[in-house]
């Protein structure tokens, strides 16, 4: 995990070599807790969640103290579950590992809790996305994951293609999650695909 990671002016994320952008899911709210500097036990913002091969991405609409965005590596990412309670809006929810620096002790740093709220339509699009993609990023890295390797590089899940799942997703009229059929750019994000109410699919 990293707090505030670097952005373009617009607030779509930098984007590591290899990485690709899945998808962006605008009108979340995302809770995480432990963040140095913020004198609370959890923020809780409004924004937009960014999904790569890599990482998942949360960028505020409106800074929170110190915390304007948040990375999630996905190899990081454990205990993760879809929750839908009966009186309130459907989450998932999960934990987090810290990006440990070589030169630091793992007991410095803490484990996160995170979750990521629909408040604002449906979901049916990010969230087997999100879960096919947790999967597809773990099997794809098991040959890395031994015992001499403890700390894997979240940068390795560059590796996992991604651009099948892309084109088979399912979608969900309601939920306004866009699909990026070509990499977003700083100016815009480009020819990201629509649907109308009836999940036809066009490219703008």
Known sequence: MALNPQLFPNGMPVPFVNEMFVL????VEFE????????RDRVNAKGTIYLSNIRMVFVASKPVGNFAAFDIPLLY???EKFNQPIFHCNNIAG???PV??????RALYSTHSF??????????TFVPLFFNL???VRQYNQHTSTEAQPRMDPLQAAQTPVDEMMRHAYVDPNDPTKI????????????????NSHGVGNSI
Do not use: M
Request: aromatic residues 8%.
């Open 95 to 97: 934990h987090v590992d």
């Open 77 to 79: 990412v454990h205990g």
């Open 24 to 27: 962006a899911r605008d009108g």
């Open 32 to 39: 995480i807790d432990k963040i140095p500097g913020t004198f």
């Open 100 to 105: 440990v620096p070589d030169n630091e002790h």
């Open 180 to 195: 990026f059929l070509q990499q977003p750019t700083q100016e815009s994000q480009l020819r990201r695909r629509t649907y």
């Open 115 to 124: 979750k990521i709220l629909f408040k604002e339509g449906g979901c049916g």
């Open 134 to 136: 947790i999967s597809s």
